[in-house]
């Protein structure tokens, strides 16, 4: 006769939550390729807005915060003439951002997830920043990546 080992029965929830974090990334990234309208419209713009930011990202003039969004960090390290067309720009990359954010949540059928959604997409744009870039830690420091 075969004996049980109850120990396999034993569930580790940590490593659930993690597997659950996961499945819900990988949703959310299958999310924007099969965009609805509003989400694909808000990542035209912040796709076509990057071009702007993308000079002041390498100066570290702009960097991007740990809860999935952008700042200006160093306004020094732009020109004064352009400091407020940079300012601007990120004030709209935040606004669709957030509005990113809730429309993937909502898009889902579950608004409650936009917190997460926020993170998995802070998460995700830290890592894929490109080197020289700054970017913020959890305690709010930044650092060059």
């Not at 796709?47 to 702009?62: E, I, K, P």
């Not at 608004?111 to 305690?139: C, D, H, L």
Request: a neutral charge; proline letters at 3%.
């Amino acid at each position: 006769m075969t004996r049980l080992d109850w120990n396999v029965l034993d569930l580790d929830y940590e490593q659930e939550a993690t597997r659950i974090c996961a499945r819900l990334r990988e949703i959310l990234a299958e999310q924007l390729l099969e965009a609805p309208p509003a989400i694909a419209a808000l990542k035209a713009g912040m796709q076509a807005r990057h071009t702007t930011l993308q000079a002041h990202y390498a100066s570290g003039a702009v960097g991007l915060t740990k809860d999935g969004m952008v700042a200006v960090r160093e306004a020094s390290a732009v020109p004064m003439a352009q400091r407020p067309a940079v300012t601007s720009a990120v004030a709209d990359e935040n606004k669709d951002r957030a509005a990113l954010y809730k429309e993937i949540a909502t898009a889902n059928k579950h608004p409650e997830w936009e917190g997460e959604v926020k993170t998995t997409f802070a998460s995700r744009w830290i890592s894929k920043a490109q080197s020289g870039w700054y970017v913020q830690n959890a305690a709010g420091e930044w650092s060059k990546k």
